[in-house]
């Protein structure tokens, strides 16, 4: 599939979109499993000290990875309505100015992470390569987002799905691989980084025509409100989420902060509740133009993520020793404790999100503020009481619930 124009079977009336609306949904969920697999099979296959430095890089990559989200939305609103217009060199300099307009900003992050990682290697700091190869990943992952817009722009939607399998697949591949050949966190994290420039240049041949058909433009602002707006919210939600991991790894033994990362590995499969509703249902509430209506998908969305989170949760609280010991092992047996709590702050989390991306659909971009105070006061709490594992999960709890309380209160605010 070659020419980015719109598809017979992606174009057309509502219904013909459901299939392949459906297929990116289940794509990226099954991406993020394939993603699981990658933190289980290397915590079995890494000893405890080597699997929590490669959890907290790794997390480290996933909020980084979101602010570049907010240019997959752009584009893909860009291209697809100078698509409709027939206006196709417009369509490919959305794609292409965007592209280009962030390739700096990936080498900066590279060069930052290089002279990082000189650094670190002349104090004689084992993680230097570690660094080096997640400042890589980092850097390459900075453009996948606007790559990937460009696809849905242009109704390339089962392209977008495989796209996202084959960023998980190769990542699974390359780690396990690693990891089984005696390679340590900092090889395992090379390995995430060469998957990640084979997806970008993978995902980029479909649009090759689009890229050559781009017109010559004046250059494009990144920066718009729209964008830092999206970028904030959803890095923040991600942040609130997952920054406990760094703080395990920053206050606890070694040993201690592996387990605590295997439960919230294990817990954040809550996250991946919400991903059909928000890729499927929500991209329709920004054309309603009712509120009722509007107001009923998001009931509906959240009816559904709440059952999911529910049963999810009761599972993992339930099973949470036997769970974390025949798919991690016995080593990581303290884990077990933990799983269940954090896997009720996530399923709270897999809420808000499902509310932050109603805000985002409708324009109201303001609730990003609401989620950056809500990770002051998180951060505030961490300082303050980080003795434990059980500190961790009890302040994750309490933020994920404020965090729903505020998303609606912002709702029926306003409104």
Not at 135 to 157: D, E, H, K, N, Y
Not at 325 to 349: D, N, T
Request: charged share 10%; aromatic share 6%; hydrophobic share 60%.
């Amino acid at each position: 599939m070659t020419e980015p124009a719109p598809a017979p079977a992606e174009t057309g009336a509502p219904r013909s979109l459901f299939g392949p609306g459906l297929f990116v949904g289940f794509a990226v969920v099954a991406a993020n499993g394939l993603n699981a697999v990658f933190q289980i099979a290397l915590a079995r296959i890494l000893d405890p000290a080597e699997y929590s430095l490669l959890v907290a890089l790794v997390v480290v990559t996933l909020i980084a990875a979101v602010p570049p989200l907010a240019f997959q939305a752009s584009v893909a609103r860009e291209v697809a309505v100078a698509l409709d217009e027939g206006r196709r060199d417009r369509a490919g300099a959305s794609l292409k100015d965007t592209v280009r307009g962030l390739v700096p900003w990936a080498f900066a992050v590279l060069v930052v992470g290089a002279l990082a990682s000189a650094a670190l290697a002349l104090a004689g700091r084992a993680d230097a390569g570690a660094l080096l190869a997640t400042a890589a990943t980092i850097s390459a992952a900075l453009v996948i987002p606007a790559v990937w817009g460009g696809l849905q722009g242009a109704r390339l939607f089962i392209t977008l799905g495989l796209a996202h399998l084959t960023f998980a697949g190769t990542r699974l591949v390359a780690g396990i691989a690693i990891g089984l050949g005696g390679g340590d966190a900092a090889a395992v994290m090379a390995g995430v980084a060469a998957a990640t420039v084979v997806t970008l240049a993978i995902t980029l041949v479909p649009l090759r025509d689009l890229w050559h058909a781009a017109a010559r433009e004046g250059g494009r602002r990144l920066a718009t409100l729209p964008n830092a707006a999206a970028a904030t919210g959803l890095t923040v939600l991600t942040a609130l989420a997952s920054v406990d991991v760094l703080v395990a790894k920053l206050a606890f033994p070694s040993r201690v902060a592996a387990a605590y990362g295997v439960a919230s590995v294990g817990a954040r499969v809550m996250l991946l509740v919400p991903i059909g509703v928000v890729t499927v249902l929500f991209p329709r509430v920004a054309v309603l133009r009712d509120p009722v209506r509007e107001r009923r998908h998001l009931l509906a969305g959240l009816g559904v993520v709440a059952i999911l989170g529910a049963m999810g949760t009761a599972l993992l609280w339930g099973l949470g020793d036997e769970l974390v010991r025949g798919i991690f092992g016995a080593k990581y047996s303290a884990a077990g404790a933990w799983l269940g709590p954090l896997s009720l702050a996530m399923a709270l989390y897999a809420l808000t999100t499902v509310y932050l991306y109603h805000f985002l659909s409708l324009a109201r971009t303001r609730f990003a503020l609401v989620l950056v105070a809500l990770f002051g006061v998180q951060l505030l709490a961490f300082l303050l009481v980080h003795h434990r594992p059980a500190d961790l999960v009890g302040i994750q709890i309490a933020i994920s619930a404020i965090s729903v309380v505020a998303a609606e209160a912002w709702y029926l605010l306003r409104h």
